[in-house]
């Protein structure tokens, strides 16, 4: 037998994995690595968050992957060689951070590697009849295997289009395996790039657990800031805070045919980009209106579409909490615009169900991985359990 399949096997039946989670998502803003305990399966999974850290991408990566991020017509040259590029990239930032913690690689059990979303394209967006939804992640998990010697799981989002879906949103299955409570119902809601919420009733219910994006989160704030600040994001909302919603603009944001599609759905910055910002800000005369009241119409726009669809999910349901995690979450303006959309219903810190929301995302993949190599069959009451989601790299 292969010695890799052999310690696979061997890992696989282990009580406890000891996996780092990976994430890099649409903001480009670095990759998140997440050192995770997890013992058991299915819902007798256990986590312990045992290090986390962000580590930023240089602005010379963030400028090479621009170029093929999010549009339909590429340098292929470019996206073939970023491929084995980022796989590389992400494996030297592992090495690096194992190394600063003074962990050796032998002590892993497995990495859980989302890659790079380079482009997603479910069907309601490209609208080619003949063609399935389809997403693309790129940093290949061999070259991470090959390089950091620990065998890598990756590509988590085929499986989930093969089984139907459309390879987005995925925290749902790691959402509901850590979070689900007997007595709260609570909905999950992530400010990363996109934003995106899991609806988990509580024990009592017949429900099934729920996951949609909702439209923009950060990505169209970021881009104006890029532009107008010349920084990466608008610092605690400051730029927003100082300016005036447009309702004109606003309204015409809201057109996009995306926000009628039914649930369950998912999104890019293929479809929430500078030209729709553009498009909109030409049809409404407001291509002159101050930066800052463009920035506080962007954050308006997310805070409202996120709020609509969670009240939408949660009509009829009761009483139910609402856990705020990704980026966005730093943000007081936008968390105060959502809090006050809300009303009545409690807006908390994601950390006060034991996780950083800067870290939920990675910690995700790992029990994905976790699911993937532990799992003996799928959690009773919900089909897609234990589909086994991630391709696997051995290093040797
Ligand atoms: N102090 C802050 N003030 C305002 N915004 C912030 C702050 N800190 C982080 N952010 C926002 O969070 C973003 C990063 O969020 P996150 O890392 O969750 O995104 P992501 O994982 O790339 O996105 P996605 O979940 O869509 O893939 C930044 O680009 C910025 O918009
Ligand atoms: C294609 C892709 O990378 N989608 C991301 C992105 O970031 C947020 C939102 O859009 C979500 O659909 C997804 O990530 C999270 C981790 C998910 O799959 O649940």
Redesign the pocket.
């Known amino acids: 037998m292969n010695p890799c399949v052999r310690k696979l096997c061997k890992i696989a039946g282990k009580d406890s994995r000891t996996i780092l989670g990976l994430?890099?998502?649409?903001?480009?803003?670095?990759l998140?690595i997440a050192l995770c305990r997890i013992s058991g399966s299915g819902p007798g999974t256990r986590l312990e968050l045992e290090r986390f850290t962000?580590v930023p991408y240089e602005e010379n990566i963030k400028a090479e992957i621009r170029k093929v991020f999010a549009k339909p017509h590429v340098d292929f040259q470019l996206m073939c060689v970023l491929n084995p590029f980022i796989g590389r990239l992400h494996a030297s930032l592992i090495n690096a951070a194992l190394a600063e913690w003074g962990i050796l690689p032998d002590e892993i059990d497995l990495i859980a590697s989302h890659g790079q979303?380079v482009f997603h394209a479910p069907q309601a967006q490209h609208g080619w009849g003949q063609y399935p939804n389809a997403t693309l992640q790129i940093g290949d998990g061999d070259h991470i295997a090959v390089q950091t010697g620990i065998i890598t799981l990756s590509d988590f989002r085929q499986k989930h289009i093969a089984a139907g879906g459309e390879g987005a949103p995925l925290a749902v299955y790691g959402d509901y395996l850590l979070f689900s409570s007997a007595t709260e119902n609570r909905i999950l809601l992530?400010?990363?790039?996109?934003?995106?919420f899991t609806f988990l009733p509580d024990g009592s219910r017949p429900e099934p657990v729920f996951t949609t994006d909702t439209g923009p989160?950060?990505?169209l704030?970021?881009g104006l800031?890029q532009t107008c600040l010349g920084q990466?994001?608008?610092?605690?909302?400051t730029l927003a805070t100082s300016g005036s919603v447009n309702p004109q603009l606003l309204s015409s944001l809201l057109t996009n045919p995306f926000f009628g599609q039914p649930f369950p759905k998912s999104t890019?910055p293929e479809v929430f980009n500078a030209s729709y910002v553009q498009a909109a800000r030409e049809q409404t005369g407001t291509t002159d209106i101050a930066p800052a009241d463009l920035m506080a119409t962007l954050a308006e726009l997310t805070a409202v579409t996120a709020t609509e669809a969670i009240l939408k999910c949660i009509d009829g349901h009761g009483k139910t909490v609402v856990y705020v995690?990704?980026?966005?979450a730093?943000?007081?303006?936008?968390v105060a615009t959502i809090a006050e959309k809300l009303g009545d219903i409690p807006l908390k810190p994601m950390s006060d169900l034991g996780v950083p929301g800067?870290a939920k995302?990675a910690v995700l993949f790992a029990v994905l991985a976790n699911e993937a190599v532990a799992a003996p069959n799928p959690a009773p009451g919900s089909p897609e359990f234990g589909i086994g989601l991630g391709k696997i790299s051995l290093p040797g």
């Not at 990466?232 to 909302?237: A, C, K, L, Q, R």
């Not at 995690?325 to 966005?328: D, K, M, P, Q, T």
């Not at 730093?330 to 936008?334: D, R």
């Open positions: 994430m890099s998502g649409t903001s480009l803003d670095g998140d962000t979303t992530n400010l990363g790039g996109i934003a995106n989160g950060n990505t704030m970021d800031a990466p994001f608008d610092p605690d909302g890019g995690s990704g980026g966005g730093n943000n007081p303006h936008l800067d995302e």
